[in-house]
C-alpha cells in the first residue's frame, strides 16, 4: 500500500483577538450643560425654598428659644411650642410613616419627583454645578479646562472653586448640627475658638459628606448609592406619569437644515442633536426609554421644547407622560383623568386618615407626662407609728413653655395617707419640697417621691391596685397612672 504523504507543515491556526473586559472601570466625568424652561424654573424654586428652610429654621426664636431644636442632651425635642420627651416617641413614628407614604404616593402619580426636585442629592449638586459655571465656564469650557495642563489660570479657577465649595459645605455642617445645638451658641463658639469635640466633628464630617457628594460623586449616588432608584420601579405603572420619549413621532431620527422637510427625508422629529443626553446630570439618553438612572428632572424636556421651537416643530417630543397615554395617543385630559386611579385613591386615603389622626393626636395631647416606679430597695414596711408604707418615685415632665403646679392624689385603697417630697430648684438634697402641690419650671422635669400609708392590718396581704392622679392645677387636665399597693404577709 502507498502510505498517505506526511504534511509537515505545521497548520496555520486562524489569530484570536483577546479582549480584557476590566470590572472595575473609572468612571466618566459627566459635564451636564445649563438649560431653561418650565421644569428647571421649578426645580430652581423648589432649590431655593428648601434651603430657605433649611438654612433659616434654625435662626428663628420662639419665645426665649430656638423654635426648632432637637436637644439631645437634655432628651426633648422643641418644635415650634410642641416639646416633645423620648416617650412622645410615637409622634417621630407617625412622622416617619407619613413621609414614606408620600413619597410611595407622589412616586405613583408622577414618578421621581423627591429625586428630582427636592432631594438633598440633587439640590446641592444643582448648587455645586451653578458654582462651577459660574466660574469655570459652560459646558465646553469646562470640558477643555480639565483636558488641558496645569497652568496659572486653571489652578486659580480650581482653586476658587473648591474654596467656595469647601466654604459653603462647612456652612451646611454648621446649620446641621444648629438643630442639635442652640445656633447662636454654637456661632459664638465658632467665633470664640471653643467649639466643643462633638460638635467640630459632626461640623467636619457632614460638611465633607456634602463636599464629596455633591462635588464628586454626584450622578453615582444616585445610580449606585440610592436604595430608592432600585426599588421605586415597584411602584410606577403604565398610568404613573414619567419623563418620555415619544419614540412613534421622533423615530427615525437624524439631523437636518431647517428649510429640509422632514417627510421628504422620511425623518421624525428627532434630529438627533443629542442635548437631550448633554443636559441629563445623570448622563443617560432618554431616548432609549425609561432607565432607572433617571431622577425626573425635566432638563432633557426643556432642552428638547427648546429645540423644537428652533426647527418650527411642536413642543412635546419629549415630555411627562404615561405610557398608556403614549401608547393610545390619548389627551391631555384623558391622561390626567387615569391619574386618578385606584392605588393612588388608596394612598391618598390611608395618608390623610395618619395626617388627621397625628394632629388630632397632637391637638389633644396632655401637655405633661408622668412615670411611676416603685423603690424597688424597700418594698413595704412598718413605720414607728404602726402605719404600713410603700415608697414610689414619680417623674412629673412638664411640656409646656410656661411653670405649671401639679397635684397628686391616690386612689383605689381606703384609708390611704399621702405624702408627697421633692428636692427643691437648687436640687439641695437637704432642701425639700414637702406638698401634694409640685411646681415644675417650663420644658423641665421634676423626680417626686411620694410615701403612701395605711394603718396595718387594715387590708389582707398581697398586691392592691392604686391609680396615681396628677391635675395640672391651671388646665385641670388630668393624668392617670396605675401602680400596687403591697401588703405582707
Not at 439618553?285 to 425635566?298: A, M, N, S, T, V
Amino acid at each position: 500500500m502507498n502510505e498517505a504523504p506526511v504534511n509537515n507543515t505545521a497548520e496555520k491556526s486562524t489569530p484570536v483577538n483577546e479582549v480584557v473586559i476590566s470590572l472595575y472601570t473609572a468612571q466618566d466625568k459627566i459635564y451636564p450643560r445649563s438649560t431653561f424652561g418650565f421644569f428647571t424654573k421649578w426645580r430652581w424654586v423648589m432649590i431655593w425654598l428648601t434651603q430657605i428652610v433649611f438654612y433659616g429654621i434654625p435662626w428663628l426664636e420662639w419665645g426665649h428659644r430656638q423654635a426648632l431644636l432637637f436637644d439631645l442632651g437634655a432628651r426633648r425635642f422643641y418644635i415650634f411650642n410642641l416639646v416633645l420627651y423620648p416617650q412622645d416617641l410615637i409622634y417621630l413614628t407617625a412622622i416617619l410613616i407619613i413621609s414614606a407614604l408620600s413619597l410611595f404616593l407622589f412616586t405613583a402619580i408622577a414618578g421621581r419627583l423627591w429625586c428630582g426636585y427636592t432631594c438633598p442629592q440633587t439640590v446641592y449638586t444643582e448648587i455645586f454645578l451653578w458654582i462651577e459655571h459660574k466660574i469655570e465656564g459652560e459646558r465646553g469650557a469646562r470640558m477643555k479646562l480639565d483636558s488641558a495642563g496645569m497652568s496659572t489660570n486653571k489652578l486659580a479657577k480650581k482653586g476658587a472653586k473648591h474654596f467656595i465649595w469647601i466654604a459653603f459645605a462647612l456652612w451646611t455642617g454648621f446649620t446641621f448640627v444648629g438643630y442639635f445645638t442652640p445656633i447662636r451658641e454654637l456661632s459664638q463658639s465658632v467665633l470664640n475658638m471653643s467649639l466643643g469635640p462633638w460638635e467640630t466633628f459632626w461640623v467636619c464630617f457632614y460638611g465633607f459628606a456634602t463636599y464629596g457628594n455633591a462635588g464628586f460623586m454626584r450622578e453615582q449616588v444616585c445610580k449606585y448609592m440610592c436604595p430608592y432608584a432600585r426599588f421605586q420601579s415597584a411602584m410606577f405603572d403604565d398610568d404613573t406619569l414619567i419623563v418620555t420619549y415619544d419614540e412613534a413621532r421622533g423615530e427615525p431620527r437624524g439631523p437636518r437644515s431647517r428649510k429640509d422637510e422632514a417627510k421628504s427625508k422620511e425623518l421624525g422629529s428627532c434630529i438627533d442633536c443629542g442635548l437631550c443626553v448633554q443636559v441629563c446630570p445623570t448622563g443617560i439618553d432618554i431616548r432609549k426609554g425609561l432607565q432607572y438612572e433617571c431622577i425626573g428632572c425635566g432638563a432633557c424636556a426643556d432642552v428638547c421644547d427648546t429645540v423644537m421651537d428652533k426647527v418650527g416643530y411642536e413642543r412635546g417630543l419629549v415630555k411627562y407622560s404615561t405610557q398608556n397615554a403614549i401608547n393610545n395617543k390619548w389627551s391631555h385630559k384623558q391622561m390626567l383623568q387615569r391619574i386618578m386611579r385606584p392605588r393612588v385613591l388608596i394612598y391618598s386615603a390611608i395618608l390623610t386618615l395618619l395626617i388627621v389622626s397625628l394632629l388630632a393626636s397632637l391637638w389633644y395631647r396632655t401637655p405633661f407626662r408622668v412615670n411611676v416606679i416603685r423603690d424597688r430597695g424597700v418594698m413595704a414596711r412598718l413605720t414607728d407609728d404602726g402605719m404600713l408604707e410603700n415608697i414610689y418615685r414619680l417623674q412629673i415632665m412638664n411640656g409646656t413653655e410656661k411653670t405649671q403646679q401639679y397635684q397628686i392624689s391616690v386612689s383605689g385603697v381606703k384609708d390611704l395617707e399621702i405624702k408627697a417630697e421633692a428636692a427643691k430648684e437648687n436640687h439641695d438634697s437637704k432642701d425639700k419640697e414637702q406638698s401634694n402641690t409640685i411646681t415644675v419650671k417650663p420644658a423641665e422635669s421634676r423626680w417626686i417621691i411620694v410615701d403612701l400609708k395605711i394603718p396595718d392590718g387594715s387590708l389582707k396581704s398581697g398586691s392592691h391596685k392604686i391609680h396615681f392622679e396628677i391635675q395640672a392645677v391651671e388646665s385641670k387636665q388630668i393624668v392617670t397612672e396605675k401602680s400596687i399597693f403591697l401588703v405582707p404577709r
